[in-house]
């Protein structure tokens, strides 16, 4: 099965043609033919690499009324992905290798990204004994990427054991970095705001105690650290020093955080909701400047879907939590395209070829040259478009982005050259 790309523009650069054979890059360049391929026009469309999600729930097993394995990696598809980290918290916990084979089987069944299974640092999320991480690491489903996301790992010594372990298994502690003592029923950013919303504060000083405890721990043991979620200006001056002494630390942002503040919380609208918080427009201008001096290494989306009975309530007993998969693309162009912060190689290092390395996947993350997977996403940069929850593939329909115009829009994406993804639609 040959296809032949005309005319796309490679990193926004020059157009060329692109062939595709055997799922791979066969060639680039001008005026590429190929007897028999499939050809898709390709006029003006940005070709970037397949995107990587360091960061989704797709809630199977347990919690299928949310989204599943199938849903969330249709929406995935539709975002320009063709990699997505499945968080551990799920139910049952994805915390052996019985349950990560089972989330990598689901992955495999649904064929539209390659669903990469996370596994749970602790058994159970509980924070008090590692779980079987060796196993996960052996098992079908290769587990490179432990967290307890949803929760963070706050006991000292166990965070030290789990990144000693994760060290000689050649993977990652990605933590959600919440000292659980200083956000006891925490609804948002604790500030102004929220003192006169009389809503309980979320401090940005939980989120930095732990990023500083950890990259010291994380330089002590030499072990690798991947920080979640990076919410505040804060956050990003102590990631900046650990990497200045050589501790081998990442991060990632969220789409939310990069554009949302906490005004958001005004309405009390719960699917402003989120952990951790949308932050400050320092915070904000702060995550933007570390994301384009590659402080912060990754985008990552944490779409976390959510039944309409636990998010379309009020604010205290909402869940935390939004979509992300299927508008990350265009709310990074929004931010950091169209304001001059990155150019089309800088978001493909950001969104595709870094989170790849600090996953360890192979396969994605690869330039778009011959004999390289053909894992690629076609981008309409000029597009522009409302974002309607309910066209959205997710299961679930909390997009802060409800309403809002975005642009970019993602025409076609390919995994190992089979279109999962063509004029904007699902092909399965
Ligand atoms: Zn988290």
Redesign the pocket.
């Given at each position: 099965m040959n296809l032949l790309i005309k005319g796309a523009r490679p990193y926004g650069e020059d157009a060329a043609d692109i062939l595709v054979r055997d799922g791979r890059i066969a060639a680039v360049g001008e005026d590429l033919t190929a007897t028999g391929a499939e050809v898709v026009q390709a006029a003006g469309l940005v070709a970037l690499p397949g995107l990587v999600d360091l960061h989704t729930h797709l809630r199977e097993p347990g919690r299928e009324d949310a989204e599943t394995v199938e849903t969330g990696s249709r929406a995935a598809a539709l975002g320009g992905y063709t990699a997505v980290h499945a968080m551990a918290n799920t139910d049952p916990v994805a915390d052996t290798a019985g349950v990560v084979e089972q989330v990598w089987r689901l992955g495999q069944e649904a064929g539209l990204v390659d669903v990469v299974p996370v596994g749970a640092v602790t058994v159970g999320l509980a924070g008090e004994r590692l779980a079987e991480l060796g196993a996960m690491a052996d098992s079908a489903a290769r587990v490179r990427v432990f967290s307890d996301?949803?929760h963070c790992v706050a006991d000292p010594a166990l965070m030290r054991r789990a990144l000693e372990y994760v060290k000689a298994l050649g993977g990652v502690v990605a933590q959600?970095a919440e000292e659980p003592r200083l956000t006891a029923g925490a609804q948002m950013h604790e500030g102004d705001r929220s003192a006169r919303l009389g809503l309980t504060g979320w401090p940005a000083a939980a989120e930095e105690a732990i990023i500083a405890r950890d990259v010291l721990l994380a330089g002590h043991v030499g072990a690798r650290l991947h920080v979640?979620?990076v919410s505040t200006a804060g956050s990003v001056e102590l990631l900046r020093w650990a990497k200045s002494r050589g501790v081998q630390v990442t991060a990632e942002v969220t789409p939310h955080h990069l554009l949302l503040t906490d005004a958001c919380a005004e309405g009390y609208d719960p699917v402003f909701k989120v952990?951790p918080p949308l932050r400050t427009d320092a915070d904000v201008e702060a995550l933007r400047a570390g994301l384009a001096d590659g402080t912060i290494d990754a985008v990552a989306t944490?779409h976390a879907p959510h039944a309409v009975e636990d998010k379309e309530t009020e604010w205290a007993s909402a869940r935390p939590g939004m979509l992300g998969l299927e508008q990350a693309l265009s709310v990074v162009v929004a931010t950091m395209v169209e304001t001059g912060r990155l150019d089309w190689r800088g978001v493909a290092d950001r969104m595709s070829v870094r989170p790849a390395a600090i996953g360890r996947l192979d396969g994605h993350g690869r330039p778009l040259a011959p004999g390289e997977p053909a894992n690629l996403l076609l981008l309409d940069p000029a597009a522009r478009s409302v974002v309607d929850p309910a066209a959205l593939a997710s299961r679930s329909r909390n997009s802060p982005y409800a309403g809002r115009e975005l642009p970019g829009r993602v025409v076609a994406t390919f995994l190992r050259g089979a279109a999962t993804v063509l004029d904007g639609k699902a092909t399965k």
């Open positions: 996301d949803g959600h979640c979620h952990n944490d």
